[in-house]
Structure formats: structure tokens, C-alpha cells
């Protein structure tokens, strides 16, 4: 199958930058949001992205017009009819994603759709029982900046076709020019199962008065040579991605350094989600 018409549920940080990827890839792209703000929300951060791949000179200004022109916000779930790849990159809420799998499912008619969730470490099989055909369904996990990081995790779940998971590694690597990798469906798949505890750990280490937030990231800068400390890691992800991640992780594998730290908790209560909302560990 020639995947040419694709949608992406959720335009936030992940979901944007996903439909970007796509929509650079000449593929045509509707986005589905809850309301019209969020869809504004979302092709700003499109549009922000798209001009800061001009102004470093990875795109020209008319494959920047053409990549816009490929996608179509709506807020109607009912256009994504006739899609044969819909990537789900909603908020890490199971009740939420699960919900959005049993729509789609009504709604996509093809039988050969695939229909994939960008989940950071949510159990894909769970997706795939919310669907009458979980066999098509998988995990297809980008790193953010989706449209910088090479890296696409390829995420099979007990019921996942292998001519599925086939045809999806070969649309990542020669269709989107990415580099996929296979995961099994376990908490954090491969690199969130490392990263999140890392960062757990690291804010931990702040939350412990044990050294300041700038001298943890110049550490790992400075020391392994990490584009970014974990602290600003952690900002970037978005703070309440890195919660809900270390929630689900904790609670299937009971690893301690997975353990969310409470000033984890607290920051999220308290709207402090990194990046997105302008404050996070650090103020943008
Ligand atoms: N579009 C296309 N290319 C872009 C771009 C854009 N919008 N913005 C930057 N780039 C390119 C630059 O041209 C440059 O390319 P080059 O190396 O070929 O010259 C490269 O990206 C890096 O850009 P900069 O050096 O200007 O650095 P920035 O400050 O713009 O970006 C960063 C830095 C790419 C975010 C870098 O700091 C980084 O890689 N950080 C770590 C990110 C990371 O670890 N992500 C994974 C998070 S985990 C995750 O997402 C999983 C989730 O489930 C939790």
C-alpha cells in the first residue's frame, strides 16, 4: 500500500511537529483538533517551525508554502474517512486515547488503514482492544523536536500484524526520511524506559538541594556531551509529558528511579509545564 493520505490526532508539541514531518514528506495531512483555538494553536506552531527550517536553511521558502498547503486542520473526526494512516498524538490520557481509537475505528472505512499512537509509554495493546482490528494498530513514537530528531520508535504490540509493522518501518525510513528502530510494547518501549528515569533522577537530585539546576545540565553537557542537560530535557518534553511517562512506567515495572519526584508533581499542578507555558524548571 502507497500511504499518501494521513492524519494526525492533536496538534500540541508532538502532534504539530509530526504533521510537519509529514507534510514535508508530500503527503497530504489533516489535523484533527478539539476546537478552533487549539487548530490555530497548532498551525502556529507549524508555521514557527517551518520558518525556522528556512531561516537554517534546511528548507526554501516555496517546499515551506507547499508543505503548508498539504495540511488541513478540522475539528470533525468524520473527514479523516478516508485515511490510510492516522497517528494519534493526543495527550498521554489512556481514558482520552482510548476513546479516540474506538472513533477512529467507526470513522476510517479503509480495512487496510493503520491506525498508530505516538504514545510515550502507554501499553499499545490497550489502543488496539479499543479497535476492531488490532492487528493494524501500533506504535509509531517520534522524539521532539519531531522534525530535528532522526529517531522514530517502531512499537508492535501481542496483536500487531508483522506485514504491518513492515510496511510502517519502510514508510518511516524511505518515505519520511527518519530512522526507525524496533520496540516491543513495554513501558517506555527502548529509549523511554532509559530516559525517564534519568530525568527522575535528575530531578531528584535538584529536589534534594544536592546541586543547582544549571550546574545538573552544564554537568551532562559539559561531561558526556548531551545537546541538553536533563533539566531543560525535561522542560523541552514538557513537564506534564514527563509526569504522565513516569506515572505509567511506575506502575506496570515498579522501578524506584521511575518514581515521579514530587516536585514533579507539584510543578504540574501548578501549570509549570516547561517550554509550552513559558516556566517551567527554567523561564522562557
Ligand atoms: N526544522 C528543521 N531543522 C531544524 C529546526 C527546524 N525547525 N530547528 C533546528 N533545526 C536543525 C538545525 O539546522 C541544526 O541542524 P545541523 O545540525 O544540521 O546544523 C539542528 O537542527 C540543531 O539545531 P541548533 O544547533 O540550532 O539547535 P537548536 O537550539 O535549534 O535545537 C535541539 C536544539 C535540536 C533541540 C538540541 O538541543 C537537541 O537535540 N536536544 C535534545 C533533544 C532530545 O533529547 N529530544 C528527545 C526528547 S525525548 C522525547 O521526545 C520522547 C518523549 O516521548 C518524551
Redesign the pocket.
Given at each position: 500500500m502507497s500511504i499518501q493520505r494521513t492524519a494526525v490526532i492533536g496538534s500540541g508539541l508532538m502532534g504539530a511537529g509530526i504533521a510537519e514531518v509529514l507534510a514535508k514528506s508530500g503527503l497530504d495531512v489533516i489535523v484533527r483538533e478539539i476546537n478552533d483555538e487549539a487548530s490555530a494553536a497548532g498551525r502556529a506552531r507549524i508555521e514557527k517551525?517551518l520558518a525556522?527550517?528556512v531561516e537554517?536553511g534546511?528548507l526554501d521558502a516555496q517546499a515551506r508554502d507547499e508543505a503548508m498547503g498539504r495540511l488541513r486542520f478540522t475539528t470533525d473526526i468524520g473527514e479523516l474517512a478516508d485515511r490510510q494512516l492516522v497517528i494519534e498524538a493526543a495527550s498521554e490520557n489512556e481514558a482520552i486515547k482510548k476513546s479516540i481509537f474506538a472513533e477512529l475505528d467507526t470513522v476510517v472505512t479503509d480495512p487496510d488503514a493503520i491506525i498508530a499512537s505516538n504514545t510515550?509509554s502507554m501499553p499499545i495493546i490497550r489502543f488496539a482492544q479499543s479497535t476492531s482490528r488490532p492487528e493494524r494498530v501500533l506504535g509509531v513514537?517520534f522524539?521532539?523536536?519531531a522534525?530535528?530528531?532522526p529517531l522514530v520508535e517502531i512499537v508492535s504490540s501481542v496483536l500487531t500484524a508483522d506485514s504491518v509493522r513492515d510496511s510502517v518501518t519502510e514508510f518511516v525510513a524511505e518515505v519520511l526520511g527518519k530512522n526507525p528502530i524496533q520496540a516491543q510494547d513495554r513501558p517506555g518501549f527502548i529509549?523511554?524506559a532509559l530516559?525517564i528515569p534519568y530525568l527522575c533522577s535528575a530531578i531528584r537530585m535538584l529536589e534534594a538541594g544536592f546541586a543547582t539546576k544549571e550546574d545538573i545540565d552544564a554537568g551532562m553537557v559539559g561531561g558526556c556531551a548531551h545537546?541538553?542537560g536533563p533539566i531543560k530535557?525535561a522542560d523541552?518534553?514538557g513537564l506534564d509529558?514527563c509526569l504522565y511517562?513516569a506515572e505509567s512506567i511506575y506502575r506496570e515495572t515498579g522501578d524506584p528511579a521511575a518514581k515521579p519526584p514530587v516536585l514533579l508533581s507539584r510543578m504540574v499542578d501548578g501549570g509549570l509545564l516547561g517550554v509550552k507555558s513559558g516556566r517551567g524548571f527554567y523561564e522562557y
Open positions: 517551525s525556522r527550517a537554517k534546511k510515550s513514537h522524539f521532539n523536536p522534525p530535528v530528531q529509549v523511554n530516559l545537546p541538553m530535557l523541552m518534553v509529558t511517562a
